[in-house]
């Protein structure tokens, strides 16, 4: 008999407390098989300039539950593909330390888990995608357990972004997160409505746009596939087409599901955290457009079912749409389905709301 999926849920309310409110959470779960071992706790530190970012004080809280269970707990990530201050394990470290993640801040070492030039990786199966490129960072790959910690926001590829997108582009070494951004194409759709205003050229994470006669010109060879042109293009003069979208959410869940996989039945908790939900990634450095209000915090042993509950429950907060595709046009439901089609987890679970004292 399949038994659901636990999701347990605290209110905006009762999360005044990070560390109450999450040990309070866990008890809900078997943390014997995270007793005495390297916990990675999995998260993103927020690009530079960033400020809706998760707050450290979620970490913190993590790194002190884990240390009371003898754990030996550190924040890790993997460097980004685009051209930014996380691109190295330098730069990610400075913009963790500004952005308030330093050791001293949050209790435990941060360690980036693909090195100093995100090349410290570990290959994995990629099954049936058979990709040379399925490699992950190695300090996730080699942790002995880990909590994947997740803000909950909009993302302009994927429409929402939760647990599962934060095990897919954040366990993935360079390669692999290439593997999943090149079925994105970019088209110059309309050049006639272009004004030459190079708002394209200068947001491109690739720097693979230029201005050629005052129109643009995409180098493909250097094209990351992230939708940016697109989304900031004031004219919509660059487009992708709906179906790529798809290919690529498809892809990405897919990856997610082969990453867990590879993990070796590893003891993974997933945190997801619902507050300053805003339209775009953390990777956005100017000021961000809150989209929902607060709906809390979710916790669960299944990354599908915990994106499941967030997402729904954030819909219906929503301030700026009615549904999650309308955020970004992108129906972030694809890639959810997929890693359940993967049979990793379940859209169907029991949810129990806490209250903390």
Same mark, same amino acid.
């Given at each position: 008999m399949y038994t659901l999926s636990l999701v347990v849920y605290i209110s905006p309310e009762n999360t005044i407390n990070p560390y109450r409110a999450l040990k309070t959470a866990f008890e809900n779960f078997n943390l014997e098989p995270f007793k005495g071992k390297t916990v990675a706790i999995k998260l993103h530190m927020g690009e530079r300039g960033n400020r809706t970012h998760l707050h450290p004080s979620y970490a913190t809280a993590l790194v002190k539950i884990l240390t009371e269970f003898n754990c030996k707990p550190f924040l890790t990530d993997t460097t980004t593909l685009y051209i930014g201050s996380r691109l190295t394990g330098?730069?990610?470290?400075?913009?963790?330390? *500004?952005n308030g993640f330093s050791p001293s801040n949050v209790g435990a070492p941060v360690i980036i888990a693909d090195g100093l030039y995100g090349e410290d990786t570990i290959k994995i199966s990629s099954g049936k995608l058979k990709t040379k490129n399925a490699s992950v960072g190695r300090a996730l790959y080699e942790a002995e357990a880990i909590i994947v910690l997740s803000h909950v926001k909009g993302h302009a590829l994927t429409g929402f972004a939760g647990a599962i997108k934060n095990v897919a582009m954040g366990f993935a070494s360079k390669n692999f997160k290439l593997f999943m951004h090149r079925v994105i194409r970019p088209v110059i759709a309309y050049p006639e409505k272009c004004t030459g205003c190079g708002i394209c050229a200068k947001n491109c994470p690739g720097q693979a746009i230029t201005l050629v006669s @005052?129109?643009?010109? =995409?180098?493909? *060879?250097? $094209? &990351? @596939? $992230?939708? /940016?042109c697109a989304s900031? $293009?004031?004219?919509? /003069? &660059?487009? /992708?087409?709906?179906?790529? &979208? *798809?290919?690529?959410? /498809?892809?990405? @869940? *897919? $990856?997610?599901? &082969? =990453?867990? !996989?590879?993990?070796?039945? !590893?003891?993974?908790?997933y945190v997801n955290v619902a507050e300053k939900v805003t339209r775009y990634c953390d990777c956005v450095s100017e000021p961000p457009k809150i989209v929902a209000e607060d709906s809390g915090i979710y916790v669960s042993e299944d990354p599908v079912a915990v994106d499941t509950a967030s997402f729904r429950d954030v819909e219906k907060h929503l301030t700026q749409a009615k549904t999650l595709k309308e955020i970004n046009n992108v129906n972030p439901w694809t890639h959810v389905k997929a890693v359940e089609k993967a049979k990793i987890g379940k859209t169907s679970y029991t949810l129990k709301t806490l209250t903390v004292n």
């Amino acid at each position: 008999m399949y038994t659901l999926s636990l999701v347990v849920y605290i209110s905006p309310e009762n999360t005044i407390n990070p560390y109450r409110a999450l040990k309070t959470a866990f008890e809900n779960f078997n943390l014997e098989p995270f007793k005495g071992k390297t916990v990675a706790i999995k998260l993103h530190m927020g690009e530079r300039g960033n400020r809706t970012h998760l707050h450290p004080s979620y970490a913190t809280a993590l790194v002190k539950i884990l240390t009371e269970f003898n754990c030996k707990p550190f924040l890790t990530d993997t460097t980004t593909l685009y051209i930014g201050s996380r691109l190295t394990g330098l730069g990610y470290l400075k913009a963790a330390t *500004e952005n308030g993640f330093s050791p001293s801040n949050v209790g435990a070492p941060v360690i980036i888990a693909d090195g100093l030039y995100g090349e410290d990786t570990i290959k994995i199966s990629s099954g049936k995608l058979k990709t040379k490129n399925a490699s992950v960072g190695r300090a996730l790959y080699e942790a002995e357990a880990i909590i994947v910690l997740s803000h909950v926001k909009g993302h302009a590829l994927t429409g929402f972004a939760g647990a599962i997108k934060n095990v897919a582009m954040g366990f993935a070494s360079k390669n692999f997160k290439l593997f999943m951004h090149r079925v994105i194409r970019p088209v110059i759709a309309y050049p006639e409505k272009c004004t030459g205003c190079g708002i394209c050229a200068k947001n491109c994470p690739g720097q693979a746009i230029t201005l050629v006669s @005052g129109k643009p010109k =995409i180098d493909f *060879e250097k $094209c &990351i @596939g $992230c939708k /940016v042109c697109a989304s900031r $293009c004031p004219n919509g /003069v &660059i487009t /992708v087409s709906d179906r790529l &979208i *798809e290919k690529f959410n /498809v892809r990405l @869940g *897919e $990856c997610a599901a &082969i =990453i867990l !996989k590879a993990l070796n039945k !590893k003891p993974i908790l997933y945190v997801n955290v619902a507050e300053k939900v805003t339209r775009y990634c953390d990777c956005v450095s100017e000021p961000p457009k809150i989209v929902a209000e607060d709906s809390g915090i979710y916790v669960s042993e299944d990354p599908v079912a915990v994106d499941t509950a967030s997402f729904r429950d954030v819909e219906k907060h929503l301030t700026q749409a009615k549904t999650l595709k309308e955020i970004n046009n992108v129906n972030p439901w694809t890639h959810v389905k997929a890693v359940e089609k993967a049979k990793i987890g379940k859209t169907s679970y029991t949810l129990k709301t806490l209250t903390v004292n």
